[in-house]
């Protein structure tokens, strides 16, 4: 079995996110980034599989500018065995990613996509789902368990009140859901050895599909900031508050 693991650069989910002053998107300037969470996640399950057994290779696929190398390393780390880089300067929409994955699944004959259920930066939890479609594979989103059988995967998965398994036929498309697995660090004999592996990079412009945006972003704007809270006495200058001043009863 071939796995391939798309992963994003996103800002890290320690920063703080600021507008940038044009108001057109978040600040990424001197700002930290790393691997989507949700795609270390996606590796880790992808290297288990290997470990395992279940699995013959890795591959790892990022789409964007040329820090995705950088995330790209980061996941051979963890244990990826190589590298594909699509290089695009701009964002490139969840539609255009499918398209590139799409492209990428039939060239290097892969079996089985395991894709974050979202990324934290456009919040879009589309392109698995996308892709699915483009592929006509089957799909199980928001995983918390997957198991490799014979006819193919076991997938749990929590949706509200309860968890689902679905049976899968292979190749199909997986995304991840937190608690999946907790990804490892990766160990510095690793890190030097991610150094080694092999990254083919190909513009965008050379994948053969139509990339431009489909969507339009009009403004980003901060949330309102809070109004500080205030603590009452007892219950009976709540209950004045909420009818005097907030007027809710
Ligand atoms: P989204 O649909 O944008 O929320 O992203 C869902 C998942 O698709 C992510 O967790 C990644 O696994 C994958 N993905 C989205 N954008 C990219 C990208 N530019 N490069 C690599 N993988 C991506």
Known sequence: MKILVPVKRVIDYNVKIRVNSERSAVETNNVKMSMNPFDEIAVEEAVRLKEAGKAEEVIIVSIGDKGSQETIRTAFAMGG???IHIINEANTEPLAVAKILKSIVEKEDINLVILGKQ???????QTGQMLAALLNWPQATFASKVEVNTDGLKVTREIDGGLETLSLALPCVVTTDLRLNEPRYASLPNIM???RKEIIETPISDIGIDFSPRLEILKVEE???RSGGRKVADVD?????????????
């Not at 990324?119 to 939890?125: G, K, L, Q, W």
């Not at 200058?237 to 009863?249: P, R, S, T």
């Open 223 to 225: 949330p309102a900031v």
């Open 193 to 195: 050895k991610a150094k």
């Open 237 to 249: 200058e709540l209950i004045n508050v909420l009818k005097d001043e907030v007027g809710i009863i």
């Open 119 to 125: 990324a934290i930066d456009d919040d879009s939890n």
């Open 81 to 83: 065995d190589r590298g």
